[in-house]
Structure formats: C-alpha cells, structure tokens
C-alpha cells in the first residue's frame, strides 16, 4: 500500500511542482485547491492511479478518506498582487485553513508540513535572516496580511505540536 500524501495549495507554482516530485518518488497524492490563486493547468497533465483532485477551501471543515501519512500545507495566496487582491482570504487560510489541515493530522496521526516564509520577519534589518532573528514587523503595513498570516501559521502549527504531539515541521 502506498502512502499518501495530501497537499493543500496543490494546483499552485511550487504545490503542483511536489505532487509531481511525489507522484514520480512513487507516493499517492491528493492535490487539494480551491483555484483562488492555484490553475487547474498545473495539474492538468497528470493521469496517475495515484493522484486525486479535490476542489476545496481548506478554511472549511476538511474530510479525506485516505491513510494520510503527509500533509503539505501549501495553501495561500503568495504574491503581492494575490494578498492584496484577496487580503481576507489570505489572513483566513493562514489561520483557519492552518487550523483545519492541523486538525487533520492528528486524526490521522500524519506528519504536517507547513510552508512559511523569511515575510515572517517583516521588512528585515539583517539580511540573510537567521532562526536567531525575530524580525522588523509591520502588522497593517502592505504586506501585513501574508506577514501575520504566516506568523499565525507558524504559531498555530507549534502549539499543535506540543499540546497534541503531532509531528510538526516549518519551512521557509
């Protein structure tokens, strides 16, 4: 039986480059996206057995009936024009869709991936940014949705981490 991997934001840049690294490094993969920002395009070459598109908004409540053995968390608008296009939305997969792709690694006992940012410093007075360094932020400055966004995520996926014991990792 193969593993399966989930990854929100899968129809995306960077996602739907992963679900063709795990489809060809022999993983299931479900692509979860609500095309917000992600193209169906990206996705469309793929004809696998093991590869399943699920349009969904992962702010919403999150049902998958597979072994889940990965959640990637790459859910959210990720350019400058996307968050200040869709400044809520942003803010609400950082935090709801973080909350909901959290919730369900637990229930399947899945190790989560989150996908954050070096935004998460802010405006930086030190480059490059060390783990050391905690930043220059501006919470309502132009960029602040995608900053806090993140932050949130990033606070969110480490307190899931030690409360409910779930095997957590960020990237930046």
Known sequence: M?????????AGFIGSHLVDFLLDKGYAVICMDNLLTGDISNISHIYNKD??????DVTQFIYVDKPLRFILHFASPASP???????????????????????????HKATFVLASTSEVYG????????????????????????????????????AYHYYHKIDTKIAR
Request: glycine share 10%.
């Open 81 to 107: 024009i996307d968050y200040h296009e869709f400044p809520i939305q942003t803010l609400k997969v950082g935090s709801l869709g973080t909350h909901k792709a959290l919730g369900l690694a637990k229930d």
């Open 51 to 56: 590869f399943l598109y699920i349009k969904h």
């Open 123 to 158: 405006d930086p007075l030190v480059h490059p940014q060390s783990e050391e360094y905690w930043g220059n932020v501006n919470p309502i400055g132009p960029r602040g949705v995608y900053d806090e966004a993140k932050r949130f995520a990033e606070a969110m996926t480490m």
């Open 2 to 10: 193969k593993d399966w991997v989930l990854i929100t934001g899968g």
